[in-house]
């Protein structure tokens, strides 16, 4: 009763080696196993802990049953891309975090039995919810990420008309461009899109708002807008050296290896560097994606780079663990001071100095500072910088009376609206880089509160 | 989304010209910009910068020089075909404004870009000079539209087959010591010619304007492939740029930058050469 349901893997050493999915999923009867151990809470605090609101005892007492096709259909009330959040939601931190069961031994697989049920949707194709009658309104979301998707799924059950605007060639922001398949396999990105298509949502690709037409232009011909832009850009360390050939942001490694499969360059034509020896600098599942990338991309050492502790880590601990099985190395309390080139604009090391920890700051979390004297060379023909990302200033920049905070961010109240009027806004950003459920949380409430904005109009 | 090819023609040998049907861009285009394009679903995103648009037909022209593999399935393609993906118009526009007297530089397929600006300058009232170069006289680019557009016009060729015996720096450098007053010069073409009229102009003090064409992939300020180094700070510049101040540009990196994937170029391109005419290598 204490103990979970083993989530099946591919072995380490072999995985390493592949793109294919590192965690296969549940059978039917561990499903159903999985699913008992629930203890029907009269007040569940697991609901407590998921930003969109899944009715998780009724879905979990459906798979104890074996009535998997009713426990799916409970979920999507809620949650429109189940096979995406049972793969990448922090569950520990959130539903299963909350489950009583927790204290005692281990919480139930929430994630895991929602990624089961989604999977076991796919395969026999999703039902599509019967739409109320059209309202007449039309809304455009811009950006089809997690934040977009979902606030496009809720606005069009709702019977509103939606356009989704994206700027890059396929739909799923950074599910798309930034995951990797070995964690969210790319189908199961599109399959959750066609569901939003199947909805009736409309997705204009390569449509970069900003330029080929800006927000007040929408709201010409739009009666609502919900950005969810997401917080593509990338931040640098700003040390000297940054700009060697072989240094990446993990923007731009993931994009290439994800977006642009040049994981199997030269079938696909965007090439990447290939590097022997690796080194990823930061600590949070960016980084953890790239590393476990470069590794699968033939490296022969890969060693990520963080200037605080593991405690301190931001990366889920599920991912960690996984990158130390595959053999990533984990220099802690380590910050580089520069990247040093061959003379010919070649990354050959990146230079670092260790650190240690001092009082808490602001964030809560220890501050780190350099110990003097302490500088070491890393050999590295590729470094990857994941150290964050902050929103792409494209939209504000173009959009008359949309404020934005001193990191960017577009200031919005608890239900999305932002300081210009029918203008919504949700996820990163928003929030600044966070979560996927945390953007579809965003997204969420933002499609209740245009739901209501477009009532009283 | 497919975007349908309108035109394709090969102007000079490499080097071809394609019109295609992007309404929604076409629209918005202002010379300066660039756009980004897939041939398909294997495809890599490659920037072109705009060498005309037509609003009234809802047209963009580029003009492209084969170089690897995506130039040669571009160059490969006819009217009536369709490219996966066309994505802009991106960048900022160039600054056109009455400066008074302009210097346009074009070398090789960079005359492409530089024929939307100097009609733009001419337009807006500006004495237009006109410099345009290439190898031979047979590689020389729209020296007919361009004159059109110049008050001056000013032809350099390599092997001396037209006009001055040389590159296009040694007309710079007369023009500019001859004591022509200019009052912008708009260089854009190869890095390595770039950065000559960079040296040429800077101890005139004539303010100078590049088109950057770094290696890109999002080209919305997602990625940072297209860093460049511009008065010591970073840029992007697909979102920064793609122009800049010449005399501040970091010509060295830009070129060490451009040469990142050589190698995986040739293997491309080679590959791609042996699928088409059937090898089995």
């Given at each position: 009763m204490l103990e979970r349901q083993k989530m099946p893997v591919q072995d380490p050493q072999v995985r390493r080696y592949n793109f294919n999915e590192v965690a296969l999923g549940f059978t039917q009867e561990q499903a159903v196993e999985e699913a008992k151990r629930c203890l029907q809470c009269k007040k569940p605090s697991c609901m407590k802990g998921c930003p969109v609101e899944v009715k998780i005892p009724t879905f979990l007492n459906d798979v104890a049953k074996g009535e998997f096709d009713s426990a799916i259909k409970e979920i999507k009330v809620d949650n429109a891309l189940p096979a995406v959040c049972g793969r990448v939601c922090p569950q520990e931190t959130q539903c299963e975090q909350a489950c009583v069961l927790s204290k005692k031994g281990a919480s139930v697989s929430i994630g895991r039995l929602e990624r089961f049920l989604a999977d076991y949707e796919r395969k026999r194709g999703a039902e599509i919810p019967?739409?109320?009658?059209?309202?007449?309104?039309?809304?455009?979301?811009?950006?089809?990420?997690?934040?977009?998707?979902?606030?496009?799924?809720?606005?069009?059950?709702?019977?509103?008309?939606?356009?989704?605007?994206?700027?890059?060639?396929?739909?799923?922001?950074?599910l798309i461009y930034g995951i990797p398949e070995f964690r969210l396999p790319k189908d199961i990105v599109s399959s959750e899109v066609e569901y939003v298509k199947k909805l009736g949502v409309e997705i204009l690709l390569d449509s970069v708002i900003g330029k080929i037409e800006t927000v007040d232009e929408l709201l010409s011909e739009f009666d609502a807008v919900f950005l969810g832009t997401g917080a593509g850009l990338p931040s640098f360390l700003n040390i000297d050296g940054e700009n060697l050939n072989g240094v990446y942001s993990a923007n731009e490694f993931l994009t290439r290896v994800n977006l642009m499969k040049s994981y199997r360059f030269p079938e696909y034509d965007t090439p990447i560097k290939k590097g022997k020896r690796v080194v990823v600098v930061g600590g949070g599942n960016v980084a953890m994606d790239s590393a476990r990338c470069a590794l699968r991309l033939g490296a022969d050492e890969v060693t990520i780079v963080y200037r605080r502790?593991?405690?301190?880590?931001?990366?889920?601990?599920?991912?960690?663990?996984?990158?130390?099985?595959?053999?990533?190395?984990?220099?802690?309390?380590?910050?580089?001071?520069?990247?040093?080139?061959?003379?010919?604009?070649?990354?050959?090391?990146?230079?670092?100095?260790?650190?240690?920890?001092?009082?808490?700051?602001?964030?809560?979390?220890?501050?780190?500072?350099?110990?003097?004297?302490?500088?070491?060379?890393?050999?590295?023909?590729?470094?990857?910088?994941?150290?964050?990302?902050?929103?792409?200033?494209?939209?504000?920049?173009?959009?008359?009376?949309?404020?934005?905070?001193?990191?960017?961010?577009?200031?919005?109240?608890?239900?999305?609206?932002?300081?210009?009027?029918?203008?919504?806004?949700?996820g990163d950003a928003v929030t600044g880089s966070a979560t996927v459920i945390s953007a579809m949380g965003a997204g969420k409430k933002a499609a209740r509160a245009i739901d209501a904005y477009l009532k009283g109009k | 989304m497919p975007f349908e090819i309108l035109k394709k023609q090969e102007l000079i040998p490499t080097i071809h010209l394609m019109d295609i049907s992007a309404h929604r861009i076409a629209r918005r285009a202002q010379p300066g910009q660039f756009v980004i394009l897939r041939t398909g679903e294997t495809g890599e995103r490659i920037p072109l910068t705009i060498a005309d648009f037509d609003r009234e037909n809802g047209t963009i022209t580029m003009i492209f020089q084969v170089v690897g593999k995506t130039t040669m399935q571009l160059a490969s393609l006819s009217a009536g075909d369709e490219l996966?993906?066309?994505?802009?118009?991106?960048?900022?526009?160039?600054?056109?404004?009455?400066?008074?007297?302009?210097?346009?530089?074009?070398?090789?397929?960079?005359?492409?870009?530089?024929?939307?600006?100097?009609?733009?300058?001419?337009?807006?009232?500006?004495?237009?000079?006109?410099?345009?170069?290439?190898?031979?006289?047979?590689?020389?680019?729209?020296?007919?539209?361009?004159?059109?557009?110049?008050?001056?016009?000013?032809?350099?060729?390599?092997?001396?087959?037209?006009?001055?015996?040389?590159?296009?720096?040694?007309?710079?450098?007369?023009?500019?010591?001859?004591?022509?007053?200019?009052?912008?010069?708009?260089?854009?073409?190869?890095?390595?010619?770039?950065?000559?009229?960079?040296?040429?102009?800077?101890?005139?003090?004539?303010?100078?304007?590049?088109?950057?064409?770094?290696?890109?992939?999002?080209?919305?300020?997602?990625?940072?492939?297209?860093?460049?180094?511009?008065?010591?700070?970073?840029?992007?510049?697909?979102?920064?740029?793609?122009?800049?101040?010449?005399?501040?540009?970091?010509?060295?990196?830009?070129?060490?930058?451009?040469?990142?994937?050589?190698p995986e170029e040739k293997l491309a391109a080679e590959k791609y050469k042996c699928e088409r005419e059937g090898c089995t290598c």
């Open positions: 019967i739409l109320p009658k059209p309202t007449g309104k039309v809304v455009a979301v811009v950006g089809s990420g997690p934040a977009g998707l979902t606030a496009a799924a809720d606005l069009a059950k709702m019977g509103h008309s939606v356009t989704v605007f994206e700027a890059l060639h396929e739909a799923g922001g950074v502790g593991e405690e301190e880590m931001p990366a889920r601990a599920e991912e960690i663990e996984h990158a130390k099985e595959e053999g990533i190395k984990f220099r802690l309390l380590t910050n580089p001071v520069r990247i040093i080139g061959d003379g010919r604009n070649w990354v050959t090391h990146i230079e670092c100095i260790n650190m240690h920890l001092c009082e808490p700051d602001e964030s809560g979390r220890c501050k780190p500072a350099p110990t003097p004297g302490t500088e070491h060379q890393i050999e590295a023909d590729v470094v990857v910088i994941a150290i964050g990302t902050s929103p792409n200033p494209l939209v504000p920049r173009t959009t008359k009376g949309l404020e934005v905070s001193k990191h960017g961010t577009v200031i919005a109240k608890e239900d999305g609206a932002t300081t210009k009027e029918g203008v919504y806004a949700g | 996966r993906d066309f994505i802009g118009p991106l960048g900022n526009p160039a600054l056109i404004e009455n400066e008074g007297t302009v210097l346009m530089v074009g070398g090789g397929v960079g005359v492409a870009p530089v024929f939307p600006q100097a009609r733009a300058f001419k337009e807006a009232g500006n004495k237009v000079l006109s410099i345009i170069g290439a190898r031979s006289a047979s590689l020389l680019l729209w020296e007919d539209r361009m004159r059109e557009v110049s008050d001056e016009l000013y032809i350099t060729t390599d092997d001396g087959t037209k006009g001055h015996h040389g590159f296009v720096t040694d007309i710079v450098k007369k023009l500019l010591e001859g004591g022509t007053k200019i009052d912008r010069v708009v260089a854009i073409g190869p890095p390595v010619m770039m950065r000559s009229v960079a040296g040429v102009t800077r101890p005139f003090n004539v303010k100078t304007i590049v088109s950057l064409n770094s290696i890109m992939v999002d080209g919305t300020g997602m990625c940072g492939a297209c860093r460049v180094l511009v008065g010591n700070e970073t840029k992007f510049a697909c979102v920064d740029g793609p122009e800049f101040d010449a005399h501040l540009v970091d010509f060295t990196l830009l070129m060490n930058r451009l040469a990142m994937y050589q």
